[in-house]
């Protein structure tokens, strides 16, 4: 009796596990598109600028299609956190010299 419900359990795990792993693949195909767009972004910033962000931006949407949740969000980090604590530690180390 314990056997035939261990064996009945392990075989409904695994036909949930193979439905699941059917569906993944329509789930992960539009969170991979948008990644794509959104680490531009941020290879961008790694350059030096937001404009290199943008300007990265720009180029991986003409190819992979407009991120709406991109555009919206790179430039207000880029400005109000990376562009603007990157002017205080420069002024905070050129005051320090």
Same mark, same amino acid.
Do not use: H, W
């Given at each position: 009796?314990?056997?035939?419900? &261990?064996? &009945?359990?392990? %075989?409904?795990? =695994?036909?949930?596990? *193979?439905?699941?792993?059917? @569906?993944?693949? #329509? !789930?992960?195909?539009?969170?991979? @598109?948008?990644?794509? !767009?959104?680490?531009? &972004? #941020?290879? &961008? %910033? +790694?350059?030096?600028?937001? @404009?290199?962000?943008? @300007?990265? =931006?720009?180029?991986?949407?003409?190819? $992979?299609?407009?991120?709406?949740?991109?555009? $919206?969000? =790179?430039? *207000? *980090?880029?400005?109000? $956190?990376?562009? $603007?604590?990157? *002017?205080?530690?420069?002024?905070?180390?050129? +005051? %320090? #010299?």
């Amino acid at each position: 009796m314990l056997i035939f419900l &261990g064996l &009945g359990t392990i %075989f409904s795990l =695994l036909q949930n596990l *193979v439905a699941i792993g059917l @569906a993944k693949p #329509l !789930v992960l195909s539009p969170q991979l @598109a948008m990644m794509r !767009v959104s680490t531009s &972004g #941020l290879t &961008g %910033f +790694a350059m030096g600028s937001t @404009a290199n962000a943008m @300007a990265n =931006l720009d180029s991986i949407c003409e190819k $992979f299609g407009y991120s709406r949740v991109a555009y $919206f969000i =790179l430039p *207000v *980090v880029g400005a109000l $956190f990376i562009d $603007f604590i990157n *002017v205080l530690m420069i002024t905070g180390f050129l +005051a %320090f #010299l």
